[in-house]
């Protein structure tokens, strides 16, 4: 039976599923927790890309995983404008 993967192997996994499953630009990992079931990771992804880059627009995207790393969902959480924490309203 495969080893469960590990703290490590999960930021690598939540990378390249961001990358893979949004088509995004995988940007940063804010949060990973290991739950009963798996884990749930927050990953930021570039959504549009701007000149100034301040105002590229980041969303942040809630995915759950089970025990093996195998993604089982998403969900956007926000959006917001590169370098602030307000939230940038969904047109």
């Known amino acids: 039976m495969p080893e ?3 703290l490590r192997d999960m930021l690598r996994i939540a990378r390249t599923s961001a990358e893979e499953i949004l088509g995004k630009r995988f940007e940063s990992i804010s949060s990973i927790s290991k739950t009963e079931g798996g884990w749930i990771v927050n990953v930021e992804v570039l959504e549009r890309r701007a000149i100034p880059d301040t105002q590229d627009i980041i969303g942040r995207y809630e ?11 998403y969900r956007r959480m926000e959006l917001r404008h590169r370098g602030s924490l307000e939230r940038v309203e969904e047109v």
């Open 4 to 6: 469960k993967p590990g």
């Open 63 to 73: 995915m759950s995983f089970d025990e093996n790393g195998e993604i089982t969902g």
